[in-house]
């Protein structure tokens, strides 16, 4: 999956709005063409989002609100939220759309997309419960605090700014309690499930001794240049904000979650139950696929695909000379020790060995590449039980911070060595590294473009991304190659299985008993698996259709163009533009290839 911190402050930190009131700034300036308009408009909504949004803004590497944290899920904010958006949508339909350039007129239906989609999502309580095990604001400011994240360590204010904004994070914490007592009295509550998960990672950082907890790190690792007045200052003052702000505010929302909430959560896991759920997940599916395809139809692509796949799977068991059936073939692959590692360090130095000659083999595919680093970490240890195989964060365009690669080494006998390649394609090279990096380092693109997002084209390029294996020169070892297609295989049965939970009414353990029967799954990654889909309806068929779509445009583009095509054209022509809609993408390719002829 790509980056999981853009993705928290996605579903937590909501699009917002400043104070600036809609007659200030509602007329077009009539001495601007449609154009210089336009670009103002951009600008100014970026600018007005930074500021009401810090954490996106530090994020991107702008630390001039650092020492702040929106309470996003308070009602003043929601609504400013709204106000915002109807204000800039209002105002972008004043612009005359056929005076734009081609790219203009891209940025203009994208960030009418983007208003109006956030606008139909406000009708959804996504607010009456916004943790979970798997995106939760408690993890989120975890890693934050710890000097792991984005909030930089590095000078006096950066200690300073952070002081700041854990005093509003235990503010945050209240609304998110009073949000989710709101939810109780309203019957929309999350699956208790996926609350007894995230309890014990909540009560994780509450320690009795200041310097066990993982906010202490800073301290700990505290730059030499500080002087000793300061490091005394800001040694006690870290201390005293441990002690008594962050410790309290976990202890709140875990006495909340163990004393009110848990009793009071669903034991229901999909979406359909909630009120007007139907409705909601349709939304979902669209938000998240960029299409108009119902549940019942995805639902069928990935029953199609499994047995697509499986088909190829064959082709490798004869290849290595396995006698029996797929099914006793997912259980070798996952029990016999030759697979995997006996150290969580090992698989980690394994993805790190892979970087340079995965790089190197990417030259043949690609012209265009990210300037910005990379380095490979391992998942923090209270977070890992639940998280995903791999996620990628990525870095800042200036350079001064690198795009990370999470490796989850949880249970390392779960973790199989030939699932490695396809996992490194798809959150490094050529995968979210490439596509992140090389649309945040693209100053062409105004700022919504270059830091904004659509996840069937972000996670549908990560899958490609893994497609390209034998192209690239990788899944040479016919294992590393099960391993690809295990991963497509897992994209495949992600369709079947969140459209089953969330439309179709399965339960947790048909999810489960559908994954163990269909692919080579340990019980971990299965049950951490099924429960994300719980948690974030919809996310998961991302993945499947982005690509399958993707491929589709590259294959008719390969048709008309003939020898004239050149997959680095391509693949530039794709990334250079950032993220978009399918359909978007599907009519910028085929201009391409008029072009071409």
């Known amino acids: 999956m790509k980056n999981p911190a853009a993705a928290m402050l996605a579903a937590v930190f909501l699009v917002a709005a400043c104070g600036e009131s809609q007659e200030q700034t509602a007329t077009v300036a009539p001495e601007l063409n449609s154009a210089e308009a336009l670009q103002e408009l951009f600008a100014e909504h970026f600018e007005r989002d930074l500021e009401l949004n810090p954490l996106n803004a530090t994020f991107i590497g702008d630390h001039r609100y650092n020492d702040r944290m929106a309470n996003s899920n308070s009602p003043e904010y929601i609504a400013e939220a709204t106000a915002m958006d109807e204000e800039f949508l209002e105002r972008l339909l004043q612009i005359d759309r056929t005076q734009l ?20 999502g406000n009708q959804y309580p996504f607010h009456l419960q916004p943790i979970n095990q798997f995106y939760s604001m408690t993890n989120f400011f975890v890693q934050l605090g710890s000097g792991t994240s984005a909030h930089p360590f590095k000078s006096v204010k950066d200690y300073e700014d952070f002081l700041s904004r854990a005093d509003q994070f235990s503010i945050n914490i209240d609304q998110v309690i009073s949000n989710m007592k709101e939810g109780m009295n309203q019957g929309v509550t999350q699956p208790r499930i996926l609350m007894q998960k ?134 070798f692959v996952n029990t016999d020790d030759r697979f995997f590692y006996d150290e969580a360090e090992e698989l980690i ?26 380095e490979v970490r391992r998942v923090e240890p209270f977070r890992e039980a639940s998280a995903a195989g791999g996620s990628y964060q990525s870095g800042t365009p200036d350079g001064s911070r690198p795009g990370i690669f999470y490796a989850n080494a949880y249970n390392i006998k779960a973790r199989g060595k030939w699932a490695m390649e396809s996992l490194f394609l798809h959150e490094a090279i ?58 497509e295989l897992w994209r495949s049965i992600r369709l079947v299985v969140d459209t089953g939970l969330h439309a179709k009414q399965w339960s947790r353990q048909d999810v489960l008993d559908y994954m163990y029967a269909n692919s080579a799954v340990a019980e971990a990654r299965a049950v951490a698996e099924a429960e994300r889909f719980m948690a974030i309806p919809g996310q998961a068929l991302a993945y499947k259709v982005g690509q399958l779509k993707i491929r589709e445009i590259r294959n008719k583009a390969e048709a008309v163009l003939g020898e004239n095509f050149n997959v680095k054209d391509f693949h530039t022509e794709v990334l250079k533009d950032g993220p978009m809609p399918l359909s978007m993408l599907e009519s910028k390719i085929d201009r391409w290839v008029r072009s071409q002829l």
Do not use: C
């Open 101 to 120: 350039e081609y790219q203009d007129q891209l940025s203009y239906d994208l960030f009418r997309i983007n208003r109006e989609q956030s606008l139909e």
């Open 430 to 487: 050529p995968g979210h590294h490439f596509q992140i990096m090389i649309q945040r380092e693209n100053e062409s693109l105004p700022g919504f473009r270059r830091f904004g997002g659509f996840t069937a084209y972000s996670e549908g390029w990560g899958l490609y991304a893994e497609s390209l294996g034998k192209e690239l020169g990788v899944y040479t070892d016919p294992y590393q190659y099960f391993g690809g297609l295990n991963a």
């Open 349 to 374: 130095q394994g993805y790190r060995d892979m970087s340079d000659h995965i790089t190197e083999l990417s030259k043949n595919l690609f012209d265009v590449m990210p300037k910005t680093s990379f």
């Open 198 to 331: 995230l309890l014990p990672q909540v009560d994780a950082h509450i320690v009795d001794d200041v310097q066990d907890s993982n906010f202490y790190s800073p301290v700990s690792n505290m730059p030499e240049d500080f002087s000793d007045e300061d490091r005394t200052r800001l040694t006690a003052a870290y201390e005293d904000k441990i002690t008594n702000t962050i410790i309290p505010a976990y202890q709140r929302i875990s006495n909340f979650l163990g004393d009110e909430y848990l009793g009071a959560a669903r034991e229901t896991v999909g979406l359909y139950a909630q009120p007007n759920g139907a409705d909601w997940y349709a939304y979902m599916v669209r938000l998240r696929t960029t299409t108009d395809m119902t549940p019942d139809e995805i639902h069928q692509i990935g029953l199609n695909e499994v047995a697509r796949i499986h088909e190829e799977m064959h082709g490798v068991m004869q290849e290595v000379g396995f006698e029996g059936s797929l099914k006793e073939f997912f259980e």
